[in-house]
């Protein structure tokens, strides 16, 4: 384990960064936030890296959200919370624009910007004991439409207003009922099923996981039909060689072997 306060590893196809600040339950101070962009980048350079998980430390949290013992410092003026904010930003587009599936693993508390992390993921694979909480109103600050919007897109404009003017803690079950869990398990078996999953990904055609990525995220910016982006997808499908494959595959009644990264 490193003693930095996030950090990547990786274990053959898959990434793994680690939230690491497990004395304040993984809290996101300004150098975990500037840090993120930058293992993000490693991940998308090396194309023999499929999928993502992003994780706690210890399985007490995932993360308790933004340091706040820093916020003395970072909104001390105007122009340092701009900046500040602004550094979050690029840590939430780094991941939620990262060009491989991402699956949040969460155990424990998942709370604040632990949470609008976990939301930029594309699955959230939650233990029994995640606790998910946003709470704004107990700081008198405002989320923005970015960030608010990633919880409205999943759980509804009206339990996104609840979530938010009431700090409401959403446990485990309930989380997994409103779509802020996509998947839950016993925590003996998180791991294992979340990795079990992220190796399916990585033995399916890479080229048909970023399509879906990609059309789905057109979706959720506002498209109502085909756009130039999906219309290119669809038309390079069948020339590309994941379809010869899978095709060849399917007939001959043998395993793909996809080559697209």
């Known amino acids: 384990m490193s003693d930095k306060p996030i950090y ?57 959200g933004a340091d706040i013992s820093e916020f ?9 919370a701009e ?16 060009d491989r599936p991402t699956i949040a693993l969460i155990q424990g508390i998942c709370f604040g910007g632990g949470c ?21 109103a107990k700081l008198g600050i405002a989320y923005t439409l970015y960030e608010t919007k990633r919880l409205n897109d999943l759980v509804g404009p009206s339990k996104t207003k609840e979530m938010l003017m009431g700090a409401k803690v959403i446990e485990a079950e309930e989380a997994l009922a409103t779509g802020l ?11 294992r099923e979340t990795y079990a999953f992220a190796e399916q990904l ?32 669809a038309k390079a499908a069948f020339e590309g060689p994941d379809y010869i494959e899978g095709r060849n ?8 072997e996809f080559t697209y990264s």
């Not at 003395?72 to 340092?80: D, P």
């Open 202 to 233: 990585c033995d399916l055609s890479q080229f048909t996981i970023r399509a879906v990525k990609t059309t789905v995220g057109e979706i959720l910016n506002g498209a109502h039909d085909e756009t130039d982006a999906t219309r290119h997808l």
């Open 181 to 191: 869990a996509t998947r839950l398990f016993d925590p003996a078996d998180i791991e």
């Open 83 to 98: 900046a500040y904010h602004a550094t979050i930003r690029r840590a939430y587009e780094a991941l939620a624009n990262l």
């Open 8 to 64: 990547l590893s990786t274990r053959g196809s898959i990434a793994e960064i680690v939230l690491n600040r497990p004395a304040k339950h993984n809290a996101m101070n300004r150098e975990v936030w500037e840090t993120i962009p930058q293992l993000i980048a490693e991940v998308e350079s090396n194309p023999d890296l499929k999928v993502l998980i992003l994780r706690g430390s210890t399985p007490e949290a995932f993360a308790a």
């Open 72 to 80: 003395s410092t970072v909104h001390a003026t105007i122009e340092s």
């Open 249 to 256: 595959a399917f007939m001959e009644k043998r395993k793909a």
């Open 116 to 136: 609008a992390i976990a939301l930029c993921c594309d699955l959230r694979y939650a233990d029994t004991t995640s606790r998910f909480c946003i709470p704004p």
